[in-house]
Each structure stands twice: as C-alpha cells, then as structure tokens.
C-alpha cells in the first residue's frame, strides 16, 4: 500500500498558502515522522492526505486511486486519522466512541458484531484506556483523551495511520509507549505518519524524518541525515545542542537538546 501526494497545494481565505506544492510518499512498512515549526503546515498536510480538506491543486492517492474516487466507507477502511483533539466532544461512554472507528466496516444501518467489539477491545487495550470504557468521553482528561482518539483510529482497522501531535498531553511513559505502538504497527506492515515536535522521539523510533517549512518539504531522510545542525538550523535556528545514545537494537542514534546560550 502506497499513499502518495503530487504536487499537493491547499491555500486557506485570506489567501494564506499552507501547503506549497508537496510531493511525499508513504509506504507500508514505514513510520514518518512529520516535524518542522508551527505554522509549517503539518496538520494541514495530514487532513489533506486523509481527505478531510480538499486540495487547492495536486493529488492525493492510494496505490495509484485517486482519493476523492474512493467511497467514504471504503476511504475510512484505507486510511485512519488521529486528529490533536476534538472541537466538540459528543456525550457518549468512551467505548461507544472507539466502537465509531467500525464505521467503514459495518453495512449500512447493521449492528455491531461480536468480532466488531473484540477488535475495540483490543483496539483500547493497545491504547492504554481499557479500563475508561464506561466512562463518558467528557469526563476523561486531556492526555486520557488523545490515547481514545488513537484508539478510534486503530479500530479502523486502515492501512494508513495519519497522526497528528498524539504525544502533546501526554506524560513520558505513555509517549514512549504510543511512539513503540506506532513503530510496532509500521512493523506489521500499515503506512504510518506522525507529526510532531517532539524530534527526540521522532529520532528513537521513525525510520524517516520530514521536514516541512512555510509549506514545503524541505528535507526527507533518516534521523541521522536529518537531526543535523545544517539541516535543522535554516529551519529553527541556532537553538540546539546535538549528541548520540546507544540506540534499542544497537547501535546509536541523534539526539537534539533545546538549549539557550
């Protein structure tokens, strides 16, 4: 499975370009870590890639369909989105809310099946919030929150797992723990993107680092190519200090502290 952006472009009213021409492959098999400052366009990239917005110019596509051709049952079994957070957050029990992720997988106006509440199950289980699935989605806290959001998406059952910022409210263990899911599900074989600003994480366990600034890639490789002062500096500035760790496997990996002075 391939999902692939051609001269991708989204401009917003005002007009304001936040996507400016991006080319960018993901295949089954890889976690991508998306990073680059705010504004950049990130979150943006990824809504196009899932279909939430609609390109100003190029093309999203799915092994060689474009994805506004693809139906939105079949789309939602193909690709799955973990948005930052929810602008609205429906009075619901936290396990009806990830049993939503079935969507694509139900016919139309049919009951769950047995099988559909097992891959939940399991689908919380590998999120950490099994034990919050009576209770209601509101009253859940902001980091419990993002761990059902991914929890939703991985019920999806997709190919293609687009995650925007998962790690943001979350305390150390369980960005470690969502990053290795995320690295375990590429593993499996699913298309896996994140984005995020957190480039140590991105370091330990993305097997590609993308860059984007003022709406383009800007840089595309390893961590070890990537996490560099001639490549981060244009983007950040000179706001980093660089060193490596013994890396899990072997070996060793980049790591980049913030620092001023």
């Given amino acids: ?21 991006v080319d960018l492959d993901l295949a089954a098999g890889e976690l991508a870590a998306i990073i680059g400052p705010n504004g950049a366009g990130k979150s943006t990239l990824l809504k196009l890639c899932c279909g939430l917005l609609a390109p100003s110019g190029g093309e999203v596509s799915l ?7 693809i139906a939105p049952r079949e789309r939602a079994r193909r690709v799955a ?3 930052q957070s929810l602008a609205a957050v429906p009075e619901v029990a936290v396990a009806h809310f990830v049993l939503g992720g ?12 047995p099988g559909d509440l097992a891959v939940v199950a399991d689908a919380m289980a590998a999120a950490d919030v099994a034990e919050l699935g009576e209770r209601p989605l509101a009253r859940v806290s902001g980091g419990q929150l993002q761990r059902v959001l991914i929890a939703r998406a991985l019920a999806q059952q997709a190919s293609s797992l687009l995650v925007d910022e998962p790690t943001s409210s979350l305390d150390p263990e369980h960005q470690l723990a969502i990053f290795a899911l995320l690295e375990r599900l590429a593993g499996e074989g699913r298309a896996v993107a994140v ?27 390893t961590p070890d190519e990537v996490l560099r002062a001639e490549v981060l500096e244009p983007v950040y500035g000179a706001h980093f200090r660089y060193g490596r760790l013994p890396a899990r496997g072997g070996g060793e990996r980049p790591f980049v502290l913030p620092w001023s002075g």
Avoid at 210 to 221: T, Y
């Fill in 102 to 113: 079935r969507y694509g997988h139900l016919r139309r106006w049919s009951r769950s099946t």
């Fill in 1 to 21: 499975m391939t999902l692939a952006a051609r001269a991708l472009v989204h401009d917003y009213p005002g007009p304001l370009r936040a996507v400016d021409g």
């Fill in 195 to 221: 984005v995020t600003h957190d480039l140590n994480l991105a370091s330990q366990f993305a097997s590609r680092i993308v860059v984007l600034q003022d709406g383009c890639i800007v840089a595309s490789a």
């Fill in 63 to 69: 092994d060689g369909t474009p994805l506004g051709a």
């Fill in 81 to 83: 989105f973990v948005p």
